[in-house]
């Protein structure tokens, strides 16, 4: 049975003691929950967070890692350091990365053989740009990414990922993506998986979406029997919308 999950991406926010002061209300506020609640701060906050969540059911996981075990990488993180200080799950694709950091398919495909290689789970991002959707090659465009980074893996492998569908599209553009759309493109994906590996495979791995989840639309997204829970941005970085989106769920 696939895993509900609600991760907050906290992307390029918060200091030091702004990361523990919002992982000290999370805890505080934790609501019961059979999810699992992971969150990602900077790196240079993940060892804190770590300790601060010790005896907390949330888990830190990290917003990305290079490929290399070590080397002549100025700036990266490897797995071996991200697993040294108690992080076993590595967000890998974020639409960002790959709209700002020039993250082809090629490159994230050697990130996920990477951390799989060293026992991490993944939690890999794709998904359609606005003239993508507009031009009617979103499908097109979702199966790609998908098949580009992950189709190589074999049927084990697969027990250590979770996908998170991001619809670009409707991220900061003014355009709006329906519970219904997310439903359709969560359907798809495991269609297209199961035509790759087999229904086994498609039906327990865990999708989340990753379009703008706030506490007003959670119930209504997470609703839809092929989405597994949300991968959180800007709502993340407010304990009491966090809270409310698990609740959600």
Known sequence: MRSKIVAGNWKMNKNIAET?????ELSAKLPDTTAEVMVAPAFVNLNAAVRHLESSAIEVIAQN????ESGAYTGEISADMLLSIGIDTVIIGHSERRAYFGETDEILAKKVTAALAKNMRVMFCFGEELEDRKSGNHFDVVESQLKNALFSLDAQQWRKIVLA???VWAIG????????QAQEMHAFIRKTIAEAYDNSIAKNVSILYGGS??????AEIFSKPDVDGGLIGGAALVADDFVAIIKAI
């Open 20 to 24: 523990e002061a919002l992982l000290v």
């Open 65 to 68: 890692m290079h490929f290399a």
């Open 165 to 167: 569908y991001e619809p």
């Open 173 to 180: 553009t003014g355009e709006t993506a329906s519970p219904e």
């Open 213 to 218: 989840v706030k506490p007003a639309n959670a």
